[in-house]
């Protein structure tokens, strides 16, 4: 079967780095997608990564390992507007996505 | 129109009654999705099309039926609404690559009572 996991919830302070972990159990894989939402809002897309290792886009990095069926989203520099929900999916054998609860990160001054 | 647009923003309807939520696209994009997200749960599929004139069920398609005239449009369908499809429904689109970004409208609330 098909299943994706994220913590609910995290906290951290402002300035500082924080990792929000994503496991998941496909047969079929085509990539894995981060999107940021904020309350009320829509999703917006952060990443892709289809091969293993780091991808770095300014404050934001996200980590894939196809084998452990793992990926993190590295958030430095945290600023109060980073509060969101962030959301782990991955790509199925048909090109769907299949998608993580999300986790909410509080940012703390 | 830039991007995706959604109408409307938010509505309460009575259990029973029929209700169309619309989408429509001016990117050109070929395949259009339609999604509910409830609290705890991840963004679950209903509906999708890969291009116009073709539509496939998504993981939670019953109750509701989509339709695609065109490219641009995606209207999702509620027959006959029930309190269980109380959610926040997003339409997102995608370009011409498989793997492409999916792109999100700003989402309609619906409340059945």
């Known amino acids: 079967g098909q299943n994706i996991d994220q913590p609910t919830e995290m906290t951290a302070t402002e300035g500082a780095i924080v990792q929000i972990n994503c496991t998941y159990q496909t047969s079929g894989f085509n990539g894995l997608f981060w999107y940021q939402q904020h309350a009320g809002e829509a999703p917006t897309f952060l990443s892709y990564?289809?091969l293993d290792g780091l991808e770095e886009k300014g404050r934001f990095s996200s980590f894939l390992s196809r084998s452990k069926g793992y990926s993190y989203l590295l958030l430095k520099e945290l600023q109060m507007k980073d509060s969101a929900s962030y959301l782990c999916a991955f790509m199925d054998s048909n090109y769907q996505l299949i998608w993580g609860a999300g986790t909410k990160l509080i940012i703390k001054p | 129109i830039a991007g995706i647009t959604q109408a409307p923003t938010s509505q309460i309807l009575a259990a029973g009654r029929r209700m169309t939520l619309r989408c429509t696209q001016d990117?050109?994009?070929?395949?259009m999705y339609w999604y509910r997200q409830d609290l705890g749960l991840g963004l679950r599929l209903i509906h999708y099309?890969?291009?116009?004139?073709?539509?496939g069920k998504g993981e939670v398609p019953d109750g509701y039926s989509v339709s695609r005239a065109n490219t641009d449009d995606f209207p999702l369908t509620l027959a006959s609404a029930v309190p269980s499809q109380t959610s926040v429904y997003f339409c997102?689109?995608?370009?011409?690559?498989?793997?492409?970004?999916?792109?999100f409208g700003p989402g309609t609330r619906l409340t059945v009572l």
């Open positions: 099309s890969n291009t116009a004139g073709t539509t």
């Open positions: 990117m050109r994009h070929n395949a």
């Open positions: 990564n289809v």
């Open positions: 997102a689109s995608k370009g011409g690559d498989s793997t492409d970004t999916q792109y």
